[in-house]
């Protein structure tokens, strides 16, 4: 009698291609994917991946996208993984199934309908997404740099404003320079990052003519936190060098003040405080997508985020597991979680890829520690500060300028080395610096 059949391969379903998703997607693909142990799927709303570090260079323009971005569906058959267009919007946990919701194209027709996506093993790395807070105006009035799309149709007002501003200018009586003023909400690093590219890039279209008569002076720059300092989970030394270098650049640093009203004009605070502004961009705090706290049977905290335990698993179900941003993962005993950045994301994707393979051996996963290697802060091409965890004996050490700056570029190296591998990093490399002599120092439409 002939034997049965081979059982179905197990399947894995990756929800999320961000940082830690996609590098979790490719090492499973080729471990896994590849010896036809698991059929691996990784899903996502966008058709293509950009590091989300990256966004605020999108903003100013001095990333384009197009030059840095990656194609699921190449990549998918490179690591021998499945790529499916669409986003996730419900679970069936007794099913086993994910929920997909139309995907439209850029006309609003339907593309692709609902779908549903069968899984034996699921990992949610959905990321986050900014959290306005409620705050009155936020979302009809500020712009959430939480895609690279947000970051393009910023890039194309900053454009669009600065062009308006040159052209009041040069109607205006001499020294009477137009200005505008971009308001950005939030002292971390997203928001420091941003105001420094963009002063930057407002000096860079001086060059290329879009200014005022008085070059430079067009654009004024503002960052509000309710913190009592920039970068208030970082070092309090790191945090004064990045506030000495931006008053050192005119740009505004309002701290103590907590946003209570967004509106077309400006920003309130309640102090009674108001900045007009004519471009509002938020930045002040993320939380997991509000769909997964209405997921019957999965345990969320006020963030969105889902409760895991030190292996990565949900609390509530051991074949769903949780990464990255959207994962609420315990450190230990009076430690704080796992906090939201992109290395953590990177330590969770190389610890699950080894983790589902134990998990489809049957024996026992692997407890998750996250290592502080420290943070950098880039003020576009003026400087780059940071703290480097553990490298001497008192736990950290300061750096500046320019190895701070081949530090923070080697970040995004590590991130196109564990997805597209050594040669083609080193191609992207040189490819970079063809762009840089090819094409103007930043995207001027």
């Known amino acids: 009698m002939q034997a049965a059949s081979h059982a179905a391969p197990h ?10 998703g996609l590098e979790l997607a490719v090492r499973v693909g080729k471990s896994l994917g590849r010896k036809k142990t698991a059929e691996v799927t990784l899903v996502d709303a966008a058709r293509t991946h950009l590091w989300k570090p990256l966004l605020h260079q999108v903003a100013a323009g001095t990333l384009d996208t197009h030059a840095d971005e990656l194609e699921y569906y190449a990549l998918a058959q490179a690591n021998c993984f499945r790529f499916r267009l669409g986003r996730m919007d419900g679970l069936d946990r007794a099913g086993r199934m994910i929920h997909l919701s139309p995907t439209v194209d850029e006309n609003g027709e339907e593309l692709l309908p609902r779908q549903a996506i069968g899984y034996d093993t699921l990992v949610i790395a959905l990321g986050s997404q900014t959290n306005d807070f409620n705050t009155p105006g936020a979302s009809e009035h500020a712009i959430m740099l939480d895609t690279p799309q947000a970051a393009e149709r910023f890039h194309q007002r900053i454009i669009n404003s600065c062009l308006r501003a040159q052209a009041l200018g040069a109607q205006a009586d001499a020294g009477a320079a137009q ?9 971390g690093a997203t928001g420091v990052e941003l105001s420094a590219e ?49 008053g050192a650049l005119g740009i505004d640093v309002h701290v103590n003040e907590k946003v209570v009203e967004v509106s077309r004009q400006g920003v309130r605070m309640a102090s009674g405080m108001f900045i007009p502004a004519s471009i509002v961009v938020w930045a002040a705090g993320i939380k997991a997508p509000d769909f997964l706290k209405e997921i019957d049977g999965i345990e969320t905290n006020r963030s969105n985020q889902i409760v895991v335990n030190r292996m990565l698993q949900s609390t509530r179900d051991p074949a769903i597991f949780a990464m990255g941003d959207c994962a609420a993962c315990p450190q230990g005993d009076g430690q704080p979680l796992v906090p939201p950045r992109a290395q953590a994301a990177h330590q969770q994707a190389t610890l699950l890829a080894k983790s589902l393979k134990r998990h489809l051996r049957g024996e026992s996963l692997l407890p998750f520690s996250y290592h502080d290697h420290g943070s950098l802060v880039s003020l576009g091409n003026y400087s780059t500060v940071g703290a480097l965890m553990g490298a001497i004996a008192s736990g950290s050490v300061f750096i500046e300028g320019k190895i701070a700056k081949l530090m923070y570029w080697s970040l995004h190296k590590q991130h196109q080395l564990a997805v597209s591998g050594l040669v083609r990093t080193i191609l992207a490399v040189f490819a970079e610096r063809i762009d840089a002599v090819r094409n103007p120092r930043i995207k001027l439409h």
């Not at 399947?11 to 830690?20: K, P, T, Y």
């Not at 200005?179 to 002292?187: N, P, Q």
């Not at 008569?213 to 067009?218: E, F, K, S, V, W």
């Open 11 to 20: 399947r894995i379903v990756i929800v999320g291609g961000g940082a830690g």
């Open 179 to 187: 200005r505008f003023t971009v308001a950005i909400i939030g002292g």
């Open 198 to 246: 963009l002063h930057m890039m407002n000096r860079i279209m001086a060059t290329y003519g879009l200014s005022n008569p008085a070059p430079g002076q067009d654009l004024k720059i503002a960052i509000v936190d309710a913190a009592p300092r920039l970068l208030q989970m970082l070092p309090e030394r790191l945090s004064a060098s990045v506030s000495h270098e931006l």
